[in-house]
């Protein structure tokens, strides 16, 4: 599975969302992956869920979270989605806070965690100057544009 084919092919971008705390951010971008055929609602709750009774386990650097749950919470097929908040949300994690960058991923199993969608989401995140041009966007060409040429970059 190929995140940035994915994102591209499916329009699962939103940008300058205004959430007014975590949940509401998980809520918004969870949409994009229920909007996409990926999973059924409940997946958005287990979301939320999981990260109330586990804490911010998936927030990987500051200003970022990859939200995310079993496949079992409702995962029809493997998707991601990608959001970007207006005003970051306090997450509760003191050292990353606050997130305003939230990629999600629905995986329809532990094989659909494949390494290639991993490596490009690790190799997209660590990238700072493409961390600063997503989180100056504010019109959807300009994530396409990143997202295509980042692609590129990694799958080459």
């Not at 994915?6 to 229920?34: M, P, Q």
């Not at 990608?82 to 991923?105: A, C």
């Not at 995140?125 to 997202?147: F, S, Y």
């Amino acid at each position: 599975m190929d995140f940035f084919e994915f994102l591209l092919k499916n329009n699962t971008v939103l940008l300058d969302v205004e959430a007014s705390d975590w949940k509401d951010a998980i809520r918004k971008g969870g949409s994009l992956l229920v909007g996409s055929g990926c999973c059924e609602n409940r997946y958005i709750d287990a979301m939320i869920e999981s990260c109330v009774k586990n804490g911010p386990y998936f927030i990987i650097a500051p200003g970022l979270a990859m939200p995310h749950s079993r496949p079992e919470n409702g995962v029809l097929e493997t998707g991601f989605a990608l959001i970007t908040l207006k005003k970051g949300v306090e997450f509760g994690d003191r050292e990353n806070d606050p997130i305003d960058i939230l990629i999600f991923m629905a995986a329809k199993d532990q094989a659909a965690h494949t390494e290639q969608a991993m490596t490009q989401i690790a190799e997209f995140c660590d990238n700072l100057e493409w961390l600063k041009e997503l989180r100056a966007a504010n019109v959807i060409p300009q994530v396409t544009d990143l997202l295509a040429r980042a692609g590129k970059r990694i799958n080459s």
